[in-house]
């Protein structure tokens, strides 16, 4: 009977998931079709969680790494009560809670937005380095697990291999990760494209792993058992699985494991959709149905959940009436807000590079701010991310007292694991690089502003003046690609990602102020290499917090400007001591620009405060002109730098590339003798 039960789920599952493709004409079925033995075990008998509560902290959590195979997961989430049918009748349409890849929904139980292959289940790592983390200071009592599904495709990607290791090096055993290995790749199959062996991979990297048949129920519940019972590894399962199992031609021949059924409706690749439901137990005329015995199992699961659920909130009172003062804390940590932090104590040592103001910062949030995670890819003592690492130890297998994860060189990788820890929630994740590496990070930070994770970018040796080390590390364009993000509204109608480029100092102090009080998107911190001259200004902490707006005045003149001078980062004070030499013949304003979104986001009153219309304006930027294009307008001029840098020291590299005041002042006059 538990046998029946068991395959009648996993049929419906996948009667559930063709059926969706077909009515859409798009999708991906034979993965899903494949997958539904595990995820029915999974959730009919494994993942704990509240029906009434889906927000519940301390529940166990799915990610799903492939997702092309949403169909399978929308499914077992309707079978849950968390869809309707009409809901996976609307599969991949406008305005459906059903989307081709799923995009995070906690009350319908999706977890993690997926569809660049490797990320779900490095967001998973993530998730379970933050479940660790909590466990460390308030005790095993809120401890559950987090469980991943990812595919052949998922175990290529690059990053697969930093998540793989990192989670092994940790011992994370509160990870178990489900590998539905079926042999067939979207265009060909996998042993087309590799001949490796998984297990001795994960096995190396410090893993649990087990090979079971992935599409039988009572192999798939004994491996789950065994994962769960870890103490010290992570686990990977390795399903081999039928891709479109189930499936059949109209003359009744088999026709699973077939590339065809990966990526289009099952009638579209050669099988008989009508054939293929009948076979599984439904019904071709109205195939989008929960067999009342599966509607049985799974009411039957939630009232063991409902319980569940119960029992380890009464365990959580006893806790809290116990630990008051930690209660207190870890409210305070898992609701979200803003820490309690004096910005304006800082003292920051004037004149100096904005990563080393950011060290100053970070060294003050290790010692007051409790539910921090920093994380630098091997450069913390370059990217000044030791500043808060100084003051706390590393995160070590067992040992997860600190806040400082040690990552190895995988920014992609550490940027997902930080999508991951900001997606479980009560921490909040900051990670570090070069700025030019940025672009290994791009399909983990569109992740975070799709998403509307508040995960902080450190990028520091933000320009040309990382000198020696030549163009492969010298961000150019790096700028103009991580600012189109303030320019691409997420789906809240907010820009996807604030951008900060501080001045000096003291705009870093602000600078970090804003990311912490961000809650609503990403941050990126774009900060220098080399020193940088405090602007001139009274008051420097008050001043800089007109940063808030994105834009603000710094230097001004008596009366109307003949000129506005723009720019962000250490160019303002470029343009500060190029007025210099121009004072003496014209009205000067100064003004800088750390986040051209933010600066947009202010009422037009504002904006025009700061940049009157028919005013020339000059931009100055170390990236592409097209920084500042936009502010400068049609008839103003932005001196950029729009060709890859050179090997030399920084000192040389601003003088060749015409970063001087000297010759900042000459651009200045020769442009304003075509607007006089």
């Given amino acids: 009977m538990i046998k029946n039960i068991e395959l009648r789920a996993a049929d419906n599952i996948r009667i559930l998931s063709a059926s969706m493709v077909e009515k859409a004409k798009s999708g991906h079925p034979g993965g899903a ?28 959590r799915f990610f799903l790494d492939p997702g092309h195979m949403s169909p399978m997961l929308y499914s077992v989430l309707a079978l849950s009560g968390y869809y309707t049918m009409d809901d996976l009748r609307e599969f991949r349409q406008w305005g459906s809670v ?14 993690n937005t997926s569809g660049p292959l490797g990320q779900g289940h490095t967001m998973a790592v993530g998730a379970a380095i933050a479940e660790r983390f909590l466990v460390a200071r308030f005790g095993e009592w809120m401890a559950h697990k987090t469980y991943t599904f990812i595919s052949d495709g998922g175990i290529q990607e690059e990053i697969s291999q930093g998540a793989g290791r990192i989670a092994g090096h940790l ?30 991979k994960y096995i190396a990297w410090g893993w649990n792993v087990s090979i079971i048949d992935g599409n039988n129920a009572s192999e798939i519940r004994e491996a789950l058992k065994l994962a769960n019972s870890s103490l010290d590894k992570p686990t990977l399962i390795i399903g081999k699985t039928i891709m479109g199992k189930g499936c059949l031609q109209e003359s009744g021949e088999n026709f699973e494991g077939k590339t065809a059924t990966h990526g289009q409706p099952i ?28 509607e049985e199992l799974y009411l039957n699961r939630k009232e063991e959940l409902l319980k569940f659920a119960a029992e380890k909130k009464k365990i959580e009172k006893e806790w809290t009436a116990e630990n008051k003062e930690l209660a207190v804390k870890l409210e305070r940590f898992l609701s979200g807000e803003v820490p309690d932090f004096d910005f304006s104590k800082m003292e920051q040592n004037p004149n100096s590079a904005t990563r080393g103001a950011s060290a100053t910062v970070l060294s003050a949030f290790a010692n007051e701010i409790e539910n921090m995670l920093v994380s630098s890819a091997d450069l913390s003592n370059s990217d000044k991310t030791d500043g808060f690492l100084k003051n706390t130890t590393s995160l070590n297998k067992n040992d997860f ?51 509307e994770l508040p995960v902080i970018y450190i990028w520091t040796h933000d320009a040309f003046r990382v000198g020696e080390d030549g163009p492969t590390h010298q961000p150019i364009e790096q700028e103009a690609q991580i600012r189109l993000m303030e320019k691409l509204q997420n789906h809240s109608g907010r820009n996807s990602m604030l951008v900060l480029r501080p001045a000096d100092v003291v705009e870093t102090t602000v600078a970090w102020k804003m990311a912490l009080e961000n809650k609503k998107t990403p941050t990126a911190l774009i900060l220098s290499r080399q020193n940088i001259k405090n602007l001139p200004v009274e008051n ?42 121009l004072k003496e013949d014209f009205k000067v304003r100064v003004v800088s620009v750390p986040s051209e979104g933010l600066f947009r986001s202010q009422e037009l009153e504002y904006q025009q405060s700061v940049l009157p219309a028919g005013i020339p304006r000059f931009g100055l930027t170390a990236g592409l002109s097209v920084n500042l294009e936009g502010l400068v307008g049609e008839n103003g001029k932005v001196w950029g730098l729009n060709h890859f840098g050179y090997s030399a020291p920084a000192t040389v590299l601003d003088d060749k590339f015409g970063f001087t005041p000297e010759h900042i002042s000459k651009e200045i006059i020769n442009y304003m003798k075509l607007n006089l």
């Fill in 98 to 111: 059903t989307p081709g890849h799923p995009e995070v929904d906690f009350k319908r139980g999706v977890e």
């Fill in 267 to 294: 009638s579209a690749a050669g099988a008989s959709f009508k054939a293929t439901i009948e076979n599984l137990g439904g019904n071709p005329e109205n195939p989008f149905q929960v067999f009342p015995e599966v």
């Fill in 401 to 451: 007292s600190g806040a400082f994860l040690q990552a190895g060189v995988c920014e992609l990788t550490m940027a997902s694991i930080m999508n991951g820890v900001a997606l479980h929630g009560g921490l909040i994740p900051v990670c570090g690089t070069f700025f030019v590496f940025s672009d290994y990070m791009k399909p983990a930070t569109r992740l975070s502003a799709l998403m």
């Fill in 540 to 581: 420097p902490y008050i001043n800089a917090l007109k940063a808030a707006k994105g834009a603000y005045v710094v230097v001004d003149c008596v009366g109307t400007p003949d000129i506005v001078l723009l720019a962000s980062g250490s160019e303002v004070s470029t343009l500060i001591e190029s007025t210099d030499k």
């Fill in 33 to 60: 079709m494949g997958g539904a033995d595990f995820i029915n075990i999974l959730y009919s008998e494994f993942l704990n969680y509240d029906p009434s509560d889906m927000n519940w902290a301390y529940r166990d």
């Fill in 171 to 200: 011992g994370l055993n509160n990870l178990i990760m489900f590998y539905d290995s079926n042999d067939i790749q979207l265009s060909t199959t996998v042993d087309d494209v590799t001949s490796e062996d998984t297990a001795k």
